[in-house]
Every structure is written in C-alpha cells, then in structure tokens.
C-alpha cells in the first residue's frame, strides 16, 4: 500500500482509481527545487522555536541536501505511489534522515501552505525567465528599426492605405507593446513577493514559528497577512497566465503582418531560409511557420488563462483540492513561451524588407490626402472645407487614373483657390513624414529620439 501522509483514521490505503486521478507527480516534479527549499527554511524555524535540537537540524539539512543532490542527478525521482512532489520529497527526507528526525520536518506546515509558497517561487523565476525571452524579441524589433533608418511604408487603418510612416516607427509600435508585458511582470512580482509559508493548512501555526523568517530565506519581500488567503488565493497565477496570454497576444499581432508581408501580394520582406519552411509537395513554397505558430499558440495561452479562471471560479475558503488543478495550465504557458519565443525573435532578427517597394507604396491609396486637408488648415482654411476639398482632389485623382502628385496647377486651383502650387510640398511622402514632428510622430528626427527612448527602457528592464 502507498505510504500516505494521513494513515492515523484509516483502515486501509486509497483505491488505485482514486490514487490515478489524485497524482500529480508528473506535473509538479519541476517544483521539487523550490520544495527542497521550503524545507531548509521550515527547519530552520522549527530549529529556532526550540522543535528541533542542533544535532537533528544538522542531520536534517545534510539529508535535505543530499537529496536535492539526487534530485537534480535524477538518482531520485517520484515513485509510482508517491501522490505529489510533496509526498516524494518527504519519502525522500525519510530514506536519507531516518524516520525519527525525519518524520519531525512536517510539524507546523501543510501541503496547503507549503505549495502556495512554492508555486510562488516557481512564478516569480519564471516571470523573470519570459520577461528575457520577450525582451530578446523586443531587441530584435529595436535592431531592426535601427537599420531601417529613415526607410518608409505605407502606414494603414483597417488594413487600408492611410498615412505614410517610418518602418522604425512601425516596428518600435510592437516594441512599446512588448516592454508594458515586462512591466506588467514586474508589477506583479512586487504583489507576488509575500510567502505563505506558516498559514498551516489555513489557520496559521500554533508552533511558535516565525513567517517572516522563512519569507526572508526564501527570497520574499514578507509574510503574507491572512493565512486563509495566504492559502486559498491563486490570482497571482491568474494574473501571471494573462501577463503570458497578452504577451503572446502582442507577438500574434507582429505574426499576422509578417504573414501577410510575406505574400507576394504584400511582398514587404523575405524571411531567412532558417526561420521558414518548405512544401513536402510544392516545391517553390516559402512558409511563415514560426509567425503561425506564434498566432496558433496565442489562442493556446488564451484559452490556459480562461481554463485558470474557470477553476478558480466560486471556490469557497479555503484551501479545496480543484487547486491542483492549477499549475498545468501555468506550466503549459511558461514552457509555450519558451519554445516560441527564440523561434520568433530569430525570424524577426533575420527578415529583410523590400524597402524599395515599401517606399514606392508608401504614397500610393491617396494616402497623402490628410497632408493636403492640413497643410489648407495652416493657410487658414476650416477643416470641415479642408477636408471637402481634399476629398474632391481625390476623386478627380480617381476618376482620371492618377495620383494627387499629378495634379496640374491649374487642376488645383480650379478645385479650390487656396490651393496653390505651395500644397506640393506636402505632396511627397518626405514632406508629410517631416510634417509629423509633435512627440510620438512619425518625423525622423522624433522616431530617432524614440528608438533611444525604446533601447533605454529595453536596457533598464
Ligand atoms: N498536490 C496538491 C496541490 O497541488 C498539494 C496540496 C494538497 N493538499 C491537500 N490537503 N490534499 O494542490
């Protein structure tokens, strides 16, 4: 019979039906670390308040690092009736520490206690190990505008032509989206950083041990407050699973032009042979893979967050046993972020624009005719007609097969006399990028102090 932690009140061990569904060692296994050092820390205290004598903590944190030793060399690993990564561990302890000190570590804990401070742990690691894979992404996206220099596109609005834009200003859009999900986890750490070790199963220790001293060894800011919440709580795994859904969201949004890009329709860039794949029948196909992908496996993060919710949905206090049913989703979007983000960041580091032709469409959809309407404003002209008048040039454009730039002199005036040969200087995509020039427009010289600003705050994070 398994050895269960709850022998005491019964008569005989679990059925296996019931020790199948209860498992969750091959999931929670990747706690094991953090469990290790929940327990050095929990020694020490019960060390402190007078439970465990010098020899026994001695004897106890040899055994401990022994086996995270074993751990990490694979030499230990959950046996088949171990229930959960807490269970192994403490098999473990007992294998190495005998069970006399052994059996003293569980005094004053709870696996209710014990996993909300470890999933902590786990989160806060990870939060900083996706927060460098995003901002690899981001430093690609600020490589890339660099070298586009002064290069510009066709800006759109609902996928139509609208204004010409800088490609740097382009792409730094994405980079700006990127850097608030890193801030968004850094936010979130500084709510994360409060250990629940010491709630007991909900309603604290009667031991005498101190919270805030395995908060401190364990790297948390303090202890939290209430140890009903300390143990019931999981909206710092929600919120962690939106932080990893809208980052995945903000990549899927770069994915989508990048397909589209691709196409020859588009045919902005060309992605590098080694970010992109073949036709097992075509033999001239050149696929986005990795910007599919990415827009595949952002609905895969959506739904792990919703999953989440739906769990934590109407669970009264305190701790209930559907919170195992928390971590798979979370580890599901760490390890998709690790795998798609170098991908994504290589591809985004490696694609060449075809800034000849993005120059040459820069201009084309009459995206020049906002230029016109406000250059007539700064003649002194009401925008209400500014605008009527730029639409006619339009539609004359239209109806003759041609651009606004091939508009004759006589052509203008005889649309509206305030519009003299003066309006041609906005009638280049060079003049109506410079006319941009209030912050966070799309003029040169703001988009070059832009870049710096973006590669200051990529560099402070
Ligand atoms: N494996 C459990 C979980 O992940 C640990 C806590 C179990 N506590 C309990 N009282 N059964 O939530």
Redesign the pocket.
């Given at each position: 019979t398994p050895l269960a932690l709850w022998g005491g009140r019964f008569s005989g061990g679990p059925a296996a039906a019931l020790a199948a569904l209860s498992k969750?060692t091959h999931f929670?296994w990747r706690l094991a670390p953090y469990d290790l050092a929940g327990s050095r820390a929990h020694a020490r205290v019960l060390h402190r308040a007078g439970l465990l004598a010098d020899a026994s903590l001695r004897t106890m944190l040899a055994a401990l690092r022994q086996l995270g030793d074993d751990v990490a060399s694979g030499a230990f690993a959950p046996a088949p009736d171990d229930?959960?990564?807490?269970t192994a561990l403490e098999r473990g302890l007992i294998e190495r520490a005998g069970p006399e000190v052994g059996g003293r570590l569980r005094a004053g804990r709870?696996?209710?206690d014990?996993?909300a401070t470890l999933f902590r742990m786990y989160l806060r690691d990870h939060a900083r190990t996706c927060s460098a894979l995003v901002l690899d992404v981001v430093d690609a996206l600020i490589d890339q505008a660099g070298a586009a220099g002064e290069a510009p596109m066709p800006g759109r609005t609902h996928l139509q032509h609208a204004q010409p834009v800088l490609l740097a200003h382009h792409l730094l859009a994405h980079a700006w989206a990127l850097l608030r999900d890193v801030d968004r986890w850094r936010d979130w750490d500084t709510r994360t950083s409060v250990s629940p070790y010491g709630s007991g199963?909900l309603a604290g220790s009667s031991l005498g041990l101190d919270p805030e001293l395995v908060a401190q060894d364990l790297g948390f800011d303090g202890a939290v407050e209430n140890s009903i919440d300390g143990t019931a709580s999981r909206d710092f795994v929600a919120e962690f699973c939106f932080v990893a859904a809208m980052a995945a969201v903000d990549v899927s949004r770069i994915a989508e032009e990048v397909i589209l890009w691709a196409t020859k329709e588009f045919g902005f860039i060309a992605l590098d042979d080694a970010f992109s794949t073949g036709s097992s029948i075509m033999p001239q196909k050149k696929n986005p893979d990795v910007a599919e992908l990415a827009r595949g496996k952002a609905g895969r993060l959506i739904g792990d967050l919703a999953g989440l919710l739906a769990t934590l949905k109407a669970l009264p206090l305190a701790?209930n046993?559907d919170?195992?049913e928390?971590?798979e989703p979370v580890f599901d979007a760490v390890d998709t972020l690790h795998v798609l983000l170098p991908a994504f960041a290589g591809m985004i580091a490696t694609m060449r624009f075809d800034t000849d032709r993005l120059a040459a469409l820069a201009p084309q959809g009459f995206s020049l005719a906002t230029d016109v309407a406000e250059w007539l404003v700064r003649q002194g002209v009401p925008f209400r007609v500014a605008h009527e008048v730029a639409g006619s040039c339009v539609r004359v454009c239209e109806e003759r097969g041609i651009e606004l730039w091939e508009l004759s002199d006589d052509d203008l005036v005889g649309i509206h006399e305030a519009l003299t040969p003066g309006v041609r200087e906005v009638l280049s995509v060079e003049g109506s990028l410079a006319s941009r020039d209030g912050r966070g427009g799309t003029a040169p010289q703001q988009v070059r102090e832009q870049l710096s600003r973006a590669r200051q705050v990529s560099a402070w994070h």
């Open positions: 969750s929670d229930e959960d990564v807490h709870s696996r209710n014990q996993i199963a701790y046993r919170l195992q928390d971590k």
